[in-house]
Protein backbone atom coordinates (compact mmCIF):
# COMPACT_ATOMS: atom_id res chain seq x y z
CA UNK A 1 0.00 0.00 0.00
CA UNK A 2 1.23 3.61 -1.00
CA UNK A 3 2.32 5.77 2.08
CA UNK A 4 -1.11 7.02 3.82
CA UNK A 5 0.67 10.17 3.91
CA UNK A 6 1.04 10.56 0.56
CA UNK A 7 -2.27 8.70 -0.60
CA UNK A 8 -5.00 11.03 -2.73
CA UNK A 9 -4.87 13.89 -4.66
CA UNK A 10 -3.20 15.87 -1.82
CA UNK A 11 -1.60 18.59 -3.90
CA UNK A 12 -2.39 21.05 -6.53
CA UNK A 13 -0.35 19.21 -9.01
CA UNK A 14 -1.75 15.84 -8.32
CA UNK A 15 -5.76 16.65 -9.22
CA UNK A 16 -4.42 18.86 -12.18
CA UNK A 17 -2.85 16.06 -13.81
CA UNK A 18 -3.59 12.93 -11.67
CA UNK A 19 -2.55 10.05 -14.30
CA UNK A 20 0.61 9.16 -12.64
CA UNK A 21 -0.85 8.70 -9.58
CA UNK A 22 -3.86 6.50 -10.93
CA UNK A 23 -0.68 4.24 -12.91
CA UNK A 24 0.82 4.01 -9.76
CA UNK A 25 -2.42 2.83 -8.02
CA UNK A 26 -3.76 0.52 -10.46
CA UNK A 27 0.06 -1.64 -11.01
CA UNK A 28 -0.53 -2.67 -7.31
CA UNK A 29 -4.53 -3.13 -7.98
CA UNK A 30 -8.01 -1.99 -9.17
CA UNK A 31 -9.49 -1.94 -5.53
CA UNK A 32 -7.00 0.17 -2.32
CA UNK A 33 -8.50 0.60 1.26
CA UNK A 34 -7.57 4.21 1.92
CA UNK A 35 -6.37 4.77 5.04
CA UNK A 36 -7.04 8.36 5.48
CA UNK A 37 -10.49 8.30 4.55
CA UNK A 38 -11.89 5.11 5.77
CA UNK A 39 -13.01 3.60 2.81
CA UNK A 40 -12.52 1.61 -0.18
CA UNK A 41 -11.52 3.32 -3.56
CA UNK A 42 -12.09 1.77 -6.99
CA UNK A 43 -9.22 2.76 -9.98
CA UNK A 44 -10.30 -0.27 -12.22
CA UNK A 45 -12.52 -0.24 -14.87
CA UNK A 46 -13.93 -3.21 -14.58
CA UNK A 47 -14.35 -3.23 -10.94
CA UNK A 48 -15.92 0.21 -10.99
CA UNK A 49 -18.31 -1.20 -13.77
CA UNK A 50 -19.18 -4.22 -11.17
CA UNK A 51 -19.77 -1.61 -8.36
CA UNK A 52 -22.13 0.84 -10.75
CA UNK A 53 -24.10 -1.90 -12.29
CA UNK A 54 -24.54 -3.85 -8.76
CA UNK A 55 -27.38 -1.27 -7.37
CA UNK A 56 -28.37 -4.33 -4.69
CA UNK A 57 -25.16 -4.75 -3.19
CA UNK A 58 -23.62 -1.26 -3.43
CA UNK A 59 -26.34 1.28 -2.48
CA UNK A 60 -26.52 4.68 -4.04
CA UNK A 61 -28.80 5.87 -0.49
CA UNK A 62 -25.72 6.31 2.12
CA UNK A 63 -24.59 9.06 3.89
CA UNK A 64 -21.34 9.33 2.87
CA UNK A 65 -19.45 12.58 0.90
CA UNK A 66 -23.06 14.86 0.83
CA UNK A 67 -23.05 18.12 0.04
CA UNK A 68 -22.63 19.90 2.95
CA UNK A 69 -25.59 21.83 2.03
CA UNK A 70 -27.68 18.57 1.45
CA UNK A 71 -28.59 19.76 -1.69
CA UNK A 72 -28.93 17.17 -3.29
CA UNK A 73 -29.86 14.31 -0.36
CA UNK A 74 -33.16 14.10 -1.85
CA UNK A 75 -32.77 13.48 -5.42
CA UNK A 76 -32.42 10.54 -7.74
CA UNK A 77 -28.66 10.59 -7.50
CA UNK A 78 -29.09 9.17 -3.67
CA UNK A 79 -31.91 6.60 -4.65
CA UNK A 80 -32.40 2.71 -4.99
CA UNK A 81 -35.01 1.21 -6.95
CA UNK A 82 -37.66 1.06 -7.09
CA UNK A 83 -38.35 4.96 -5.98
CA UNK A 84 -35.17 5.73 -8.11
CA UNK A 85 -37.01 4.24 -11.16
CA UNK A 86 -40.21 5.64 -10.93
CA UNK A 87 -38.76 8.93 -10.66
CA UNK A 88 -36.49 9.29 -13.20
CA UNK A 89 -38.86 7.88 -15.51
CA UNK A 90 -41.12 10.66 -15.42
CA UNK A 91 -38.39 12.97 -16.89
CA UNK A 92 -36.22 10.56 -18.86
CA UNK A 93 -38.27 11.11 -22.24
CA UNK A 94 -37.65 14.64 -22.03
CA UNK A 95 -33.70 14.09 -21.93
CA UNK A 96 -33.88 11.56 -24.60
CA UNK A 97 -31.10 12.13 -27.20
CA UNK A 98 -34.45 12.55 -29.55
CA UNK A 99 -36.05 15.32 -27.98
CA UNK A 100 -32.89 17.06 -26.42
CA UNK A 101 -31.67 17.56 -30.53
CA UNK A 102 -35.34 19.54 -30.99
CA UNK A 103 -33.50 22.10 -28.44
CA UNK A 104 -30.46 22.79 -30.40
CA UNK A 105 -31.89 26.10 -31.79
CA UNK A 106 -32.85 27.71 -28.55
CA UNK A 107 -29.02 26.00 -26.86
CA UNK A 108 -27.46 27.90 -29.81
CA UNK A 109 -29.07 31.26 -29.39
CA UNK A 110 -28.27 30.93 -25.57
CA UNK A 111 -24.16 30.06 -26.34
CA UNK A 112 -24.95 33.29 -28.72
CA UNK A 113 -25.94 35.33 -25.97
CA UNK A 114 -23.01 34.68 -23.84
CA UNK A 115 -21.25 34.95 -26.34
CA UNK A 116 -21.81 38.06 -27.42
CA UNK A 117 -20.32 39.71 -24.27
CA UNK A 118 -17.25 38.08 -24.70
CA UNK A 119 -14.05 39.99 -26.24
CA UNK A 120 -10.34 39.53 -27.22
CA UNK A 121 -7.54 39.04 -27.23
CA UNK A 122 -7.64 37.30 -23.76
CA UNK A 123 -10.20 35.81 -21.46
CA UNK A 124 -11.40 33.44 -18.63
CA UNK A 125 -13.31 30.75 -20.84
CA UNK A 126 -14.49 29.44 -16.90
CA UNK A 127 -16.29 33.23 -16.37
CA UNK A 128 -16.62 34.08 -19.89
CA UNK A 129 -18.47 31.35 -20.84
CA UNK A 130 -18.12 27.88 -19.11
CA UNK A 131 -20.12 29.32 -15.62
CA UNK A 132 -22.99 31.58 -17.58
CA UNK A 133 -24.03 28.59 -20.37
CA UNK A 134 -24.92 25.86 -18.70
CA UNK A 135 -26.89 28.69 -15.42
CA UNK A 136 -28.89 30.44 -18.51
CA UNK A 137 -29.66 26.78 -20.12
CA UNK A 138 -31.41 25.53 -17.14
CA UNK A 139 -33.10 27.93 -16.48
CA UNK A 140 -34.21 28.71 -19.91
CA UNK A 141 -35.66 24.90 -19.65
CA UNK A 142 -37.39 25.66 -16.49
CA UNK A 143 -39.15 28.16 -17.66
CA UNK A 144 -37.98 31.05 -15.66
CA UNK A 145 -39.46 34.54 -16.64
CA UNK A 146 -37.35 37.03 -17.96
CA UNK A 147 -37.45 39.69 -15.19
CA UNK A 148 -36.44 36.59 -12.99
CA UNK A 149 -33.46 35.85 -14.76
CA UNK A 150 -30.59 37.95 -12.87
CA UNK A 151 -31.53 36.80 -9.65
CA UNK A 152 -32.11 33.15 -10.72
CA UNK A 153 -28.42 33.13 -12.01
CA UNK A 154 -27.17 34.38 -9.37
CA UNK A 155 -28.67 31.88 -6.78
CA UNK A 156 -27.21 29.17 -9.21
CA UNK A 157 -23.92 31.07 -9.53
CA UNK A 158 -23.37 31.01 -5.54
CA UNK A 159 -24.74 27.19 -5.31
CA UNK A 160 -22.57 25.57 -7.96
CA UNK A 161 -19.63 26.70 -6.27
CA UNK A 162 -18.91 23.73 -4.62
CA UNK A 163 -15.67 22.55 -2.79
CA UNK A 164 -14.82 20.68 -0.09
CA UNK A 165 -12.67 23.53 1.80
CA UNK A 166 -15.18 26.20 0.84
CA UNK A 167 -15.22 29.39 3.99
CA UNK A 168 -17.53 29.41 6.67
CA UNK A 169 -18.55 32.65 4.91
CA UNK A 170 -19.25 31.22 1.37
CA UNK A 171 -21.21 28.20 2.93
CA UNK A 172 -23.49 30.63 4.92
CA UNK A 173 -23.84 32.84 1.03
CA UNK A 174 -24.58 29.20 -0.51
CA UNK A 175 -27.11 28.03 2.00
CA UNK A 176 -29.28 31.81 2.05
CA UNK A 177 -29.41 31.32 -1.67
CA UNK A 178 -30.21 28.18 -1.73
CA UNK A 179 -33.16 28.96 0.48
CA UNK A 180 -34.15 31.65 -1.29
CA UNK A 181 -34.11 29.70 -4.71
CA UNK A 182 -36.27 27.35 -3.27
CA UNK A 183 -39.04 29.56 -1.76
CA UNK A 184 -38.94 31.01 -4.88
CA UNK A 185 -39.36 27.62 -7.24
CA UNK A 186 -42.09 26.39 -5.20
CA UNK A 187 -43.62 29.78 -5.53
CA UNK A 188 -43.23 28.68 -9.67
CA UNK A 189 -44.20 25.22 -8.82
CA UNK A 190 -47.73 26.66 -7.97
CA UNK A 191 -48.14 28.90 -10.16
CA UNK A 192 -47.82 26.22 -13.22
CA UNK A 193 -50.10 23.76 -11.00
CA UNK A 194 -52.65 26.73 -11.55
CA UNK A 195 -51.70 26.62 -15.33
CA UNK A 196 -49.23 24.65 -17.02
CA UNK A 197 -46.69 25.82 -19.47
CA UNK A 198 -44.02 24.61 -22.31
CA UNK A 199 -40.88 24.20 -19.78
CA UNK A 200 -39.82 21.54 -17.92
CA UNK A 201 -40.98 22.58 -14.77
CA UNK A 202 -44.43 22.03 -16.05
CA UNK A 203 -43.18 18.84 -17.48
CA UNK A 204 -42.00 18.10 -13.65
CA UNK A 205 -45.50 19.30 -12.50
CA UNK A 206 -47.70 17.00 -14.65
CA UNK A 207 -45.89 14.50 -13.59
CA UNK A 208 -46.97 11.38 -11.78
CA UNK A 209 -45.55 8.12 -9.69
CA UNK A 210 -47.80 5.13 -8.76
CA UNK A 211 -51.35 7.55 -9.83
CA UNK A 212 -49.82 10.47 -7.63
CA UNK A 213 -48.24 13.54 -8.84
CA UNK A 214 -44.87 14.40 -7.73
CA UNK A 215 -44.32 16.30 -4.46
CA UNK A 216 -43.50 19.77 -4.52
CA UNK A 217 -40.26 18.38 -2.55
CA UNK A 218 -40.02 16.03 -5.71
CA UNK A 219 -39.95 18.76 -8.09
CA UNK A 220 -37.73 20.86 -5.80
CA UNK A 221 -35.39 17.95 -6.03
CA UNK A 222 -35.23 17.72 -9.65
CA UNK A 223 -34.54 21.43 -10.03
CA UNK A 224 -31.73 20.98 -7.39
CA UNK A 225 -30.48 18.44 -9.64
CA UNK A 226 -30.28 20.20 -12.75
CA UNK A 227 -29.43 23.57 -11.38
CA UNK A 228 -26.57 21.99 -9.00
CA UNK A 229 -25.37 18.57 -10.86
CA UNK A 230 -25.92 19.58 -14.29
CA UNK A 231 -24.35 22.72 -14.50
CA UNK A 232 -20.86 22.35 -12.44
CA UNK A 233 -20.80 19.08 -14.42
CA UNK A 234 -20.95 20.96 -17.76
CA UNK A 235 -18.91 23.81 -16.70
CA UNK A 236 -16.00 21.30 -16.44
CA UNK A 237 -16.80 19.90 -19.56
CA UNK A 238 -16.50 23.19 -21.63
CA UNK A 239 -13.31 23.98 -19.76
CA UNK A 240 -11.54 20.72 -19.77
CA UNK A 241 -12.43 20.68 -23.52
CA UNK A 242 -10.08 23.92 -23.74
CA UNK A 243 -7.54 22.64 -21.73
CA UNK A 244 -7.65 19.08 -23.90
CA UNK A 245 -7.80 20.20 -27.52
CA UNK A 246 -4.75 22.38 -26.30
CA UNK A 247 -2.57 19.33 -25.92
CA UNK A 248 -2.67 18.74 -29.98
CA UNK A 249 -1.23 21.48 -32.35
CA UNK A 250 -3.55 22.73 -34.66
CA UNK A 251 -6.38 20.69 -33.32
CA UNK A 252 -8.66 24.21 -32.79
CA UNK A 253 -8.48 24.92 -36.19
CA UNK A 254 -9.29 21.02 -37.44
CA UNK A 255 -12.09 21.03 -35.18
CA UNK A 256 -13.97 24.60 -35.94
CA UNK A 257 -14.58 23.04 -39.55
CA UNK A 258 -15.70 19.68 -39.06
CA UNK A 259 -18.86 18.82 -36.30
CA UNK A 260 -18.68 15.08 -36.80
CA UNK A 261 -15.01 15.41 -35.30
CA UNK A 262 -16.02 17.85 -33.04
CA UNK A 263 -18.48 15.71 -31.56
CA UNK A 264 -16.20 12.88 -31.35
CA UNK A 265 -13.58 14.88 -29.75
CA UNK A 266 -16.04 15.96 -26.67
CA UNK A 267 -16.69 12.34 -26.23
CA UNK A 268 -13.28 12.19 -25.61
CA UNK A 269 -12.61 14.97 -23.47
CA UNK A 270 -15.28 13.26 -21.37
CA UNK A 271 -13.29 9.73 -21.00
CA UNK A 272 -9.95 11.95 -20.78
CA UNK A 273 -10.94 14.34 -18.42
CA UNK A 274 -14.00 13.61 -16.72
CA UNK A 275 -15.11 16.45 -14.88
CA UNK A 276 -17.15 14.25 -12.81
CA UNK A 277 -14.48 12.26 -11.57
CA UNK A 278 -15.89 9.97 -8.93
CA UNK A 279 -19.33 8.65 -7.40
CA UNK A 280 -20.02 7.63 -3.88
CA UNK A 281 -21.72 3.87 -3.44
CA UNK A 282 -22.11 2.30 0.54
CA UNK A 283 -21.82 -1.52 0.78
CA UNK A 284 -25.33 -3.05 1.63
CA UNK A 285 -23.95 -6.95 2.18
CA UNK A 286 -20.57 -8.09 2.85
CA UNK A 287 -18.78 -8.82 -0.65
CA UNK A 288 -15.64 -9.37 -2.30
CA UNK A 289 -14.37 -7.00 -4.76
CA UNK A 290 -11.50 -7.85 -7.05
CA UNK A 291 -9.97 -10.16 -3.74
CA UNK A 292 -10.65 -7.33 -1.34
CA UNK A 293 -13.29 -8.08 1.95
CA UNK A 294 -15.76 -5.30 1.91
CA UNK A 295 -18.32 -5.61 4.92
CA UNK A 296 -21.55 -4.54 5.00
CA UNK A 297 -22.00 -0.62 5.54
CA UNK A 298 -18.55 0.30 3.99
CA UNK A 299 -17.88 3.67 1.76
CA UNK A 300 -16.80 2.68 -1.86
CA UNK A 301 -15.72 5.34 -4.15
CA UNK A 302 -15.69 4.74 -7.76
CA UNK A 303 -13.11 6.90 -9.29
CA UNK A 304 -14.45 7.10 -13.37
CA UNK A 305 -11.54 9.27 -14.03
CA UNK A 306 -9.15 6.56 -13.08
CA UNK A 307 -11.06 3.88 -14.33
CA UNK A 308 -11.42 5.97 -17.73
CA UNK A 309 -7.32 5.56 -17.52
CA UNK A 310 -7.37 1.71 -17.02
CA UNK A 311 -5.39 0.34 -20.03
CA UNK A 312 -6.54 -3.01 -20.03
CA UNK A 313 -9.70 -0.98 -21.15
CA UNK A 314 -8.30 1.79 -23.33
CA UNK A 315 -5.49 1.91 -25.21
CA UNK A 316 -2.86 4.85 -24.60
CA UNK A 317 -5.01 5.99 -22.13
CA UNK A 318 -3.07 8.79 -20.97
CA UNK A 319 -2.81 10.20 -24.15
CA UNK A 320 -6.12 12.61 -25.69
CA UNK A 321 -6.67 11.13 -29.08
CA UNK A 322 -9.71 13.63 -30.29
CA UNK A 323 -10.61 10.59 -32.83
CA UNK A 324 -11.04 7.67 -30.58
CA UNK A 325 -13.38 5.09 -31.13
CA UNK A 326 -15.14 3.08 -29.62
CA UNK A 327 -15.16 5.15 -26.11
CA UNK A 328 -16.94 2.88 -23.74
CA UNK A 329 -15.82 5.43 -21.26
CA UNK A 330 -17.64 5.83 -18.03
CA UNK A 331 -17.26 10.02 -17.99
CA UNK A 332 -21.47 9.79 -17.84
CA UNK A 333 -21.33 6.96 -14.97
CA UNK A 334 -22.70 3.60 -15.65
CA UNK A 335 -25.97 1.61 -14.98
CA UNK A 336 -29.06 2.80 -13.86
CA UNK A 337 -27.49 6.22 -12.44
CA UNK A 338 -25.85 6.55 -15.85
CA UNK A 339 -26.21 10.78 -16.25
CA UNK A 340 -29.94 11.26 -16.92
CA UNK A 341 -29.03 14.62 -18.76
CA UNK A 342 -25.86 13.53 -20.93
CA UNK A 343 -27.40 14.11 -23.99
CA UNK A 344 -28.08 18.05 -23.19
CA UNK A 345 -24.69 18.20 -21.79
CA UNK A 346 -23.16 16.65 -25.09
CA UNK A 347 -25.26 19.07 -26.87
CA UNK A 348 -24.12 22.24 -24.77
CA UNK A 349 -20.51 21.33 -25.25
CA UNK A 350 -20.76 20.73 -28.76
CA UNK A 351 -22.77 23.78 -29.90
CA UNK A 352 -21.19 26.19 -27.34
CA UNK A 353 -17.50 25.27 -28.86
CA UNK A 354 -18.48 24.77 -32.18
CA UNK A 355 -19.76 28.75 -31.71
CA UNK A 356 -16.61 29.92 -29.65
CA UNK A 357 -14.03 28.08 -32.47
CA UNK A 358 -16.09 29.70 -35.40
CA UNK A 359 -16.17 33.26 -33.71
CA UNK A 360 -12.30 33.13 -31.98
CA UNK A 361 -8.95 31.65 -33.18
CA UNK A 362 -7.83 30.26 -30.01
CA UNK A 363 -4.09 31.53 -30.35
CA UNK A 364 -2.55 30.24 -26.84
CA UNK A 365 -4.23 28.35 -23.26
CA UNK A 366 -2.14 29.33 -20.41
CA UNK A 367 -2.49 26.34 -17.98
CA UNK A 368 0.71 26.76 -16.63
CA UNK A 369 -0.74 28.00 -13.12
CA UNK A 370 -3.92 26.80 -12.85
CA UNK A 371 -6.15 26.14 -9.78
CA UNK A 372 -7.79 22.94 -9.16
CA UNK A 373 -11.26 22.39 -7.72
CA UNK A 374 -10.60 20.88 -5.10
CA UNK A 375 -13.30 18.47 -4.77
CA UNK A 376 -12.80 14.77 -4.52
CA UNK A 377 -16.06 14.42 -7.04
CA UNK A 378 -14.67 16.97 -9.49
CA UNK A 379 -12.05 17.30 -11.71
CA UNK A 380 -12.26 20.76 -12.91
CA UNK A 381 -10.07 24.41 -13.00
CA UNK A 382 -11.16 27.59 -11.19
CA UNK A 383 -10.14 29.67 -14.43
CA UNK A 384 -8.52 28.84 -17.95
CA UNK A 385 -7.50 32.16 -19.38
CA UNK A 386 -6.84 31.93 -23.63
CA UNK A 387 -5.88 34.30 -25.92
CA UNK A 388 -8.01 34.50 -28.92
CA UNK A 389 -7.57 36.56 -32.09
Not at 29 to 57: M, S
Not at 108 to 120: M, N
Request: hydrophobic share 40%.
Amino acid sequence: MADPDAYGLTTDDRRLEPFDWFREMRERGPVHRNPRKDRWDVFGYDAATTVLRDHEQFSSDTPFDSDRLGLLDDTIVNLDPPRHGKLRSTVEDYFREEHVRTLEPRVRELVGQVLADVEGPQFDVVEAVARPLPNLVIADLLGIPLEDRERFLSWCDALTRLEVDSTDERRRAQREAGQQMAAYMTEQIQRRRERPREDLLSVLVESEVDGEPLSTGDVLGFAALFLIAGNITTTGLLTNAVRSFAERPRLFEDLADDPEALATAVEEVVRYRSPASAVSRGATTDTELCGRQVDAGDHVVVRLLAANHDPARFEDPDSFVPDRSPNPHLGFGHGIHNCIGAALGRLEARVALSELLDRFDVRAVHDGDLTPVRNTFMHAVHSLPVEVR
